[in-house]
Nanobody, 121 residues
Framework: QVQLVESGGGSVQAGGSLRLSCAASGRTGSYYPMGWFRQAPRKEREFVADISSSGQISHYAESLKGRFTISRDNTKNTMYLQMNKLTPEDTAVYYC??????????????WGQGTQVTVSS
């Protein structure tokens, strides 16, 4: 079992930046690929990015490339999402995810509780 706890969400004006963190505990999260998904009000959950267990391979939603950067520090059992040039369309609850395999269509089996990101115009 892996426990995931997100932090770093908040409110920011358009054009600003935020960095989300996801701390993993339990059966070591660093063994698993990890990722971020988000869900905006009245919309379906969508894939944001994922990163391999080593941190060497990452993938992004096409629309977010160049603005978002995923990374992880396995010595701290923590994954990050650096979000730059935020727009109101980025407003959503962001969820940390981990599991045996993560694809844009199939998340891993472990979820965090989510952290709210609100971007105002």
């Amino acid at each position: 079992q892996v426990q995931l706890v997100e932090s770093g969400g908040g409110s920011v004006q358009a054009g600003g930046s935020l960095r989300l963190s996801c701390a993993a505990s339990g059966r070591t999260g660093s063994y698993y690929p990890m990722g971020w998904f988000r869900q905006a009000p009245r919309k379906e959950r969508e894939f944001v990015a994922d990163i391999s267990s080593s941190g060497q391979i990452s993938h992004y939603a096409e629309s977010l490339k160049g603005r978002f950067t995923i990374s992880r520090d396995n010595t701290k059992n923590t994954m990050y999402l650096q979000m730059n040039k935020l727009t109101p369309e980025d407003t959503a609850v962001y969820y940390c995810n981990a599991g045996n395999a993560i694809t844009p269509w199939t998340p891993g089996q472990y979820w965090g509780q989510g952290t709210q990101v609100t971007v105002s115009s």
